[in-house]
């Protein structure tokens, strides 16, 4: 069985997050609503490396602290490991996030500057009481180190002295002390040299082969998450609009705006670059007052009539993949 027909971890249902834009000065006194996550349904299967794509303000961190109860829905269900999040208690879900963990494009903002890295390891496993003694403690820390390729010394520096390389290792490591079924990876490489990217890509791989975790992986940049995924999502302004293994989301896109992903990747001729540029014209439309009928029809090369009335539902045309777009129908 591939993992893309494994067990489901983490499923999302309808799930919207709304979040109130308070009245300002150029608002005329009307409180807002930006549409950050507007329906959102998809699923995770154990083991499964499942890549979220879109572009800048689309909602995918959004979804990815829904997912792990950094968020709660406007409406909606999460659900982890057949469990709905929302209805646990706080101390429910604590416990419930030991087996989760997500790691920040900006790993400063996850590690504490003051903390010396010994000690930023150190902490969750007195915390959540994992080793028995304190030589099981520093064990536990000298292996961790190890999955990552992390030399000891630099247990003894504090965060800044580290490159950011070194410190989204570090990051990863302390995520990795608490055995987890489930990663958010958020942009985890995009703030990083293009050489210790693919470095830390490659150990995100082979953690995952190694301890088989669940992986979100959200990019802006198809390219990066396509190289690690199994099944893939496209957002666009709150919504998924296309979803579908990695190689029939490359090979057999379908909606316009994942095509216009696909052609937006640099290829080496730059005449053709450029023509291939066109084709995704104006600007991302506003999450506070998305426009009516299919979010993407003001850019889109093929909207037709119905496209600005109604919605387009998000269909299953076979073999897994899903779209929303009228150019396309059902299999069933
Ligand atoms: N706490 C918040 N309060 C108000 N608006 C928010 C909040 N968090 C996110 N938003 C808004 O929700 C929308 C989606 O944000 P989100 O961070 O999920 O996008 P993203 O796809 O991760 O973007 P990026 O690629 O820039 O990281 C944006 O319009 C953002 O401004
Ligand atoms: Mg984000």
């Known amino acids: 069985m591939g993992k893309a027909e494994g067990q489901v971890l983490v499923k999302a249902e ?16 009307k409180a807002r609503w930006v549409h950050a996550v507007d329906g959102v349904n ?16 689309c909602g995918k961190t959004t979804v990815g602290k829904l997912f792990l109860g950094l968020e709660r829905p406007t409406s909606g ?25 997500i790691v920040y494009q900006h790993p400063q903002s ?15 496993i007195e915390i959540h009481k994992l ?10 820390i000298l292996d ?55 470095h830390v890509l490659n150990i995100l791989s082979n953690l995952h082969e190694k301890f088989g975790f669940s992986y979100l992986f959200i990019s802006h940049d198809l390219d990066v998450v396509e190289h690690i995924s199994d099944r893939m999502a496209v957002m666009y302004v709150g919504k998924i609009v296309e979803l579908a293994r990695k190689k029939d989301l490359r090979r057999r896109a379908m909606h316009p705006y994942t095509r216009s992903l696909l052609a937006a990747v640099p290829i080496p001729d730059p005449r053709k670059k450029m023509k291939k540029r066109e084709i995704l014209r104006g600007e991302v439309p ?19 009539d119905i496209c600005r009335k109604k919605e387009p539902k998000f269909k299953d045309v076979g073999g897994g993949h899903y779209v929303a777009c009228y150019l396309f129908k059902s299999s069933r």
Request: hydrophobic share 35%; with cysteine; charged share 30%.
């Open 14 to 29: 309808n799930l919207k997050r709304y979040f109130r834009v308070e009245a300002g000065l150029f608002s005329r006194g």
């Open 42 to 57: 998809l699923h995770i299967r154990k083991k499964e490396i499942f890549g979220l794509v879109g572009e800048s303000g």
């Open 77 to 101: 269900s999460v659900y982890f490991d057949g469990v709905d999040i929302s209805k646990l208690s706080r101390e429910e879900l604590r416990k419930l996030r030991r087996e989760m963990g």
């Open 110 to 124: 996850s590690l504490n500057p003051r903390m010396l890295i010994e000690e930023t390891l150190r902490r969750p």
């Open 131 to 140: 080793a028995k003694n304190e030589q099981e403690k520093k064990r536990m």
């Open 144 to 198: 961790v180190l190890d999955e990552v390729g992390i030399e000891r010394y630099l247990l003894e520096r504090y965060p800044h002295e580290l490159s950011g390389g070194q410190q989204q290792r570090i990051a990863i490591a302390r995520i990795l002390l608490l055995n987890p079924k489930f990663i958010v990876l958020d942009e985890p490489t995009s703030a990083l040299d293009v050489l210790v990217q693919a």
């Open 286 to 304: 506003s999450a506070i007052s998305p426009p009516r009928g299919c979010r993407f029809h003001p850019r889109c090369p093929h909207a037709m």
